[in-house]
């Protein structure tokens, strides 16, 4: 029987890039535009996993409530101001891409599953100059549901056929998600929610990509 081809995906926000600088610049503006005090970056880092939209909802109840206009409108203000920059003071985390040729050097497929819309993921890592090495993608309005829903992660990896899946991620979120489709996941202590590394059901958790790759090279064959 033949070996099932090795895929490994990849969560972006707080997993392969730090991206909360340009969410928090445009969370602040709506804050400014409804006469709230800022918040700082590690406040808004707190908000990051179950979609933007969420990340709105916490944004707003945790500085003073859901103003009348309600919900939906300030999620697609927060669109708009965020599409207009979403590369603001963004950055890989640091050994990110000597994993990837690590990865690709052993044949392995790489495919990106994120919450975030297309238009802005794609602005992102084409900016970070990673998009090219990615086999497959999920975004936020690439299925009509988010994670921990199987079909995103499905989504990530359609056409690459049978895989034995490993998902790279730093919520509970994703963990969920890894555990839903039978993926080993691997956790990045690093990333926006620490306090998962307490969760049950995480194979190998890490603070560094350097870190990983070295785990890399001595268990993936």
Request: aromatic residues 14%.
């Amino acid at each position: 029987m033949a070996e099932k081809e090795k895929i490994f995906v990849f969560d972006l926000d707080g997993t392969l890039a730090d991206t909360a600088p340009a969410l928090l610049n445009a969370g602040n503006q709506i804050l400014k535009n409804i006469g709230r005090d800022p918040i700082n970056l590690e406040q808004y880092k707190g908000f990051i996993g179950g979609g933007t939209k969420k990340q709105v909802e916490k944004l707003l109840i945790s500085t003073g409530g859901i103003p009348d206009r309600g919900l939906d409108f300030y999620f697609k203000v927060f669109q708009n101001l965020y599409h207009e920059d979403p590369v603001k003071g963004c950055s890989l985390y640091k050994g990110v891409e000597e994993l990837i040729e690590l990865l690709k050097s052993k044949g392995v497929k790489l495919t990106i599953c994120t919450q975030k819309f297309e238009s802005s993921a794609k602005k992102v890592l084409l900016h970070l100059n990673v998009y090219h090495k990615f086999d497959g993608f999920a975004f936020g309005d690439s299925t009509k549901v988010l994670k921990p829903d199987p079909k995103v992660f499905y989504h990530s990896v359609r056409g690459l056929g049978n895989g034995r899946y490993f998902y790279v991620g730093d919520t509970t979120i994703d963990l969920l998600l890894a555990k839903a489709v039978g993926a080993s996941f691997f956790f990045h202590k690093m990333g926006y929610a620490p306090q998962t590394v307490e969760k049950a059901g995480i194979d190998y958790s890490f603070d560094s990509f350097s870190e990983l790759s070295r785990y890399f090279e001595q268990n993936l064959a």
